[in-house]
């Protein structure tokens, strides 16, 4: 028995070389990975977990491909708002590891909805302590649009664009933002010398 593997070599618009193209593995069918990952880290990065999660078609569909419903067909499962929490999910822990905060120091929240605005917001999250802290994580990130903006049509530096953004957003507010228990602590003192 010979297992069939579709490996093609086909010729990388940036640099010019050829590649590589798995059919059932390689995400951009124009891009080498090394051009990719210089152009493209966070599309790219995004687009790895997609893969992860949904299939090869998928990671290479998502964002760029045309769709009438909320998502590409492509990463449509049995679930799904499991599957719009999968896309939000794999953009958010992308995009705050590219800020700076590790998978074990930030959490992402997805509030799904396939007709309406999805809510959801990446938090930065207080070093383990065996306590609950959550009053001290900070929200980093906070945001809400139509799952369907973020598919469809669109080019791939826009996408980049797109989720610079987002990260950009989440290194600023790890540098200005308070944790909760430190705003509270300053509006306890605040009354307090106004009592005084
Ligand atoms: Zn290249």
């Not at 010979?2 to 951009?28: L, M, P």
Request: contains cysteine; negative net charge.
């Amino acid at each position: 028995m010979t297992e069939e593997i579709s490996i093609q070599r086909h010729k990388c618009r940036v640099c010019g070389t050829a590649f590589d193209f798995n059919e059932d593995e390689t995400i951009y069918e124009d891009l080498c990975s090394r051009c990719a990952e210089r152009k493209f880290p966070l599309a790219f990065a995004v687009r790895k977990r997609i893969q992860e999660s949904c299939g090869i078609v998928a990671a290479r569909e998502v964002f760029t491909e045309k769709h009438d419903g909320c998502l590409p067909n492509s990463m449509i499962g049995e679930d799904l708002m499991g599957d719009i929490m999968t896309l939000f999910k794999a953009i958010g822990h992308v995009v705050a590891e590219a800020a700076g905060l590790p998978e074990e120091q930030h959490t992402v929240i997805v509030e799904p909805s396939y007709e309406d605005t999805t809510w959801w917001m990446i938090t930065k999250d207080p070093p383990k302590t065996g306590l609950p802290r959550a009053a001290e994580s900070q929200i980093v990130l906070f945001d809400y649009t139509k799952a369907w903006h973020l598919g469809g049509n669109l080019a791939e530096d826009q996408v980049e664009e797109m989720l610079e953004g987002w990260k950009e957003t989440i290194v600023k507010s790890t540098r200005d933002v308070r944790l909760v228990e430190d705003a509270v602590q300053l509006l306890k003192s605040a009354k307090l010398s106004l009592l005084s």
